[in-house]
């Protein structure tokens, strides 16, 4: 017996959605309508961390900054991608190991390239 999609099917789901965006347009209108509206200098000043803003905000950072911090995503996704297969070991046999394997021995690879061209050395 096969199961039939109806239109009728997704209403409570548009019904939430509705629901949702009707919450957050309203709550959005009445803070900004009651909320405070006293602007000192104080208030309007950059904050960041609790330090006084010192300079330009558009001076040029190092690459290696950006670099490494897309190489700590990178093997971050990696032991990300580990959980399901180490939950699913017995299951997945011999065949999930040698992909893990390869998918650990790229990733090595990639690793022993960035090292080769010095991206993580700080000059």
Known sequence: ???QSLPVNY???IFQMLV???FVVTTMFVTHKIG???KTKDKL???ESGIEVIGNARTPISIKYFLVAILFVLFDVEVIF???WAVNFKALGTG???????????LLLGFIYVIKKGALDWD
Do not use: Q
Request: charged share 15%.
């Open 1 to 3: 017996m096969e199961v």
């Open 36 to 38: 405070p509206k006293r």
């Open 11 to 13: 209403l409570p789901i």
């Open 82 to 84: 580990m959980y399901p």
């Open 96 to 106: 999930g190991l040698i992909e893990m394997f390869i998918f650990m021995a790229t």
């Open 20 to 22: 949702a965006l009707g």
């Open 45 to 47: 000043t950059p904050f």
